[in-house]
């Protein structure tokens, strides 16, 4: 069928272009000089955590937009949807979920972060130490998905 590899491409490019994106992004983040840093972050951890926020979100959004598409498919019968969804049943597939889970917490960790600043300004002035207290949580609730979600890959790779 013909809908369900138009499904999976877009998907793909969805996925490839949204990555580009991001490589796009951190590229020019990379190339700041230091008298071309905004007065705001001046290319610290602040600066960093403002960018890993825009581009999980976008990441995010991404997923959300192909996941709907790729849903809509089950209104044409459990074979369309289920020939549409075999790419992300394949085991280098894996690596893309992690992701998502890493950019759908670090996202969700510094919204949080941010809403602390919106309601206690003061707090911002320990900026620093929060984005570093975040980084720990975000550690703390990542590798032991990302673990466990790699392992079932590899377990089901050629190369196991």
Known sequence: MLAP???EGFVF???VGSG???L???ADLLRLRKRDRGPA????????SWAAHRITGILVVAFLFGHIVDTFAVGFGPELYNETISLYQQWWFKPFEVALVA????????????????FWPNLALKQKQFAYAELVLFLIAFL?????M????YEHSPFS
């Not at 950019?103 to 919106?118: M, V």
């Not at 032991?144 to 466990?148: V, Y």
């Open 103 to 118: 950019a759908t917490i670090f996202h969700a960790f510094n919204g949080l972060r941010i809403i602390l600043f919106d």
């Open 41 to 48: 972050y001046k290319g610290g951890i602040g600066q960093w």
């Open 20 to 22: 580009l994106f991001v």
């Open 24 to 26: 796009y992004l951190l």
């Open 150 to 153: 790699l392992r079932s890959a």
């Open 144 to 148: 032991p998905a990302a673990f466990f």
């Open 13 to 15: 490019v969805l996925t």
């Open 5 to 7: 590899k138009l499904i």
